[in-house]
Structures are given as structure tokens and as C-alpha cells.
């Protein structure tokens, strides 16, 4: 059976050690059963006949008790999976023994898994939609547009002043991040925000807006030739291309146009929940590393750790 239909909410070392566990009982069995085929032989006397039967006879039957034991403290230690798959009928498809040559469950599973991801995903994109105020009525459409005031973006209007003392604050909040806030192309801020030793993130601000983030590792280059912030390259490594991924998100969920400040300070919380990404191992499956990655997902109300396939 694939790893990936066992791995959540299963123990899979206990299961391998209650496979090795019914393999002993197994040969425990059949020890039991050639005991009383062979019965009483090799002794010259009828009573050492005996008495080699019985004392061999009981310590099969110990042997049966004692596997049997184990099986049963081993079957406690699996578990069961904590996610049931509506796929009906088509999990009898896991059943196959030939994995390799029809993988359609797999296959199904991974697709339900992606379904998963989509319907969130969409949840996400749709609310922060209706926040906008998108719709308009057909009294709206027939007023003349010298009469409607046009509505400006408060986001974009705030002095810079403001914006780095915002930032500045946000930077006394969190001793294990330092950030470095500069101007290149005029009054829009980037920002250079460095946790601890671990990762480096490039933010892209319209005044208090967060516009574009890029995450790589402490080691890696964050400048081009000519001495400005990269802001279109991506990280050489997996692990911190996916936390950009991640980062992306975080900036759909934390959405507040009334208050920018709490959003950007919500924002700078979350990213320095990453402080322990190689350190912290997965809520879910308790793992520190998953296909060679850390937990790369961190909650964004409870900020904790999970893998990106654990946490859905």
C-alpha cells in the first residue's frame, strides 16, 4: 500500500512493527502445530517421551501468548487515518496489489487533494471580492459621472513620514528581526527584513500596501549588479521558493484597507513565526522533514507548523 494513503494520522513504524509482529506469531502457530505432529519422539522411556512433549508443547503455547501480546500493543500504537476520503467504491481501488502498473487511486487521491486546495484557494480570492464592493446598481449606472465623487484609495495617500514610523515600531517589536527600509524609485518603500539567521524577505510596499514579497535563504545574493534590491529573481532553493508561495497567501488572508497598519504588523507577526522553519517539526505528522522539505506552512491565526500536504 502507498505511503502517502497511510502516512495521515497512521504510526507507520508501529504498523511495519505489527507486520514483523504477525510474521512471529505466524511462525509461533506453526511451531505449535509441528510440536503435535511430531509428538513424542527421540527418548527411549515412555515418561522422558512425556515429559519433552509437554515442556515443548508449553513453550510453543508461550511463544503464541507472548507474539499474541505484542499484536495486540502494536495494533493500539497505529491508529487510524485521520482524514476519510469521500471517494466511495473507487477506494476498493487501493486493494490492487499491482500499484505500480494501475495507479488509479493514487492518482485519484492526488486529484481530490488538488480539488482540496482549488475550493480553498477560491474561498479565500471570493471573500476578499466581496469585500471590495464591486457591484453596482442600475441608479448608479444612470448618474452622470461629473456627480459621483470619485473615491480615493486611502492606502495610497498616507505620507511617508507615517509609513516609517510604522515600520520602525514594527522593527522594536521583534528583536530577532531587523529591517531595512529604503526608497529607490521615489516615495514607494522596499523593504529588507532579515530573521535571525534563516531566511531574508523582500518587500514591495505602496505606501502601507503590501504589493510583492520574495523570500531566500540568508546566504543567498539579495542585490543585483548595480547595488539595488532584487525584486524579480527567486531563490535558488526549494524550500524558500515555497515560503514565497506561502507569503503570497498570507497577503490574499490578511486584507484590512480601513486599518494598512494592523495589516503590515499582522503580516510581519506571521513571517516571523518562521524563526524555527528547521527547527519546529509538523503538527499533523509530527515529522521534521517531508520529500526533504521542512514544514513550510505556518497557520495564519495559530501560527503553527505544518507540511504543505499535512495541513489541508
Known amino acids: 500500500m502507498a505511503d502517502g494513503v497511510l502516512s495521515p494520522g497512521v504510526n507507520l513504524e508501529a504498523f511495519s512493527q505489527a507486520i514483523a509482529a504477525i510474521q512471529a506469531l505466524r511462525s509461533s502457530v506453526t511451531r505449535v502445530f509441528d510440536c503435535l505432529k511430531d509428538g513424542m519422539r527421540n527418548k527411549e522411556t515412555l515418561e522422558g517421551r512425556e515429559k519433552g512433549f509437554v515442556a515443548a508443547f ?25 482524514e476519510n476520503h469521500p471517494l466511495h467504491n473507487s477506494g476498493l481501488l487501493s486493494l490492487d496489489p499491482v500499484q505500480d502498473k494501475t495507479p488509479l487511486y493514487s492518482q485519484l487521491l492526488q486529484a481530490y487533494k488538488w480539488s482540496n486546495k482549488l475550493q480553498y484557494h477560491a474561498g479565500l480570492a471570493s471573500g476578499l471580492l466581496n469585500q471590495q464592493s464591486l ?11 461629473k456627480r459621483r465623487p470619485k473615491a480615493q484609495p486611502t492606502t495610497l495617500v498616507l505620507p511617508p513620514q507615517y509609513v516609517d514610523d510604522v515600520i520602525n515600531r514594527i522593527d522594536r517589536m521583534f528583536p530577532e528581526m531587523s529591517i531595512q527600509l529604503s526608497r529607490p524609485n521615489g516615495t514607494s518603500a522596499m ?21 510583492r514579497t520574495i523570500v531566500k535563504g540568508y546566504n543567498e545574493n539579495v542585490y543585483t549588479e548595480d547595488g539595488k534590491l532584487d525584486i524579480w529573481s527567486k531563490s535558488n532553493y526549494q ?68 507540511h504543505d500536504t499535512c495541513r489541508q
Open 58 to 82: 508449553q513453550e510453543s503455547l508461550h511463544s503464541v501468548s507472548r507474539d499474541l501480546g505484542e499484536l495486540e500493543r502494536l495494533s493500539n500504537l497505529v491508529g487510524k487515518p485521520s
Open 191 to 211: 523593504l529588507l527584513v532579515t530573521l535571525g539567521k534563516v531566511l531574508k524577505v523582500i518587500v514591495v510596499m505602496r505606501s502601507l500596501f503590501i504589493d
Open 239 to 306: 524550500v524558500f521558493q515555497k515560503v514565497t508561495d506561502h507569503a503570497t497567501t498570507a497577503l490574499l488572508h490578511y486584507q484590512l484597507p480601513q486599518m494598512p497598519d494592523v495589516v503590515v504588523r499582522s503580516f510581519m507577526t506571521w513571517l516571523r513565526s518562521y524563526i524555527k522553519l528547521f527547527q519546529a517539526p509538523c503538527q499533523r505528522c509530527g515529522k521534521f522533514l517531508q520529500d526533504g522539505l521542512p514544514p513550510t506552512w505556518r497557520d495564519f491565526r495559530t501560527l503553527e507548523a505544518f
Open 135 to 145: 457591484k453596482r446598481s442600475a441608479n448608479q449606472m444612470g448618474v452622470s459621472a
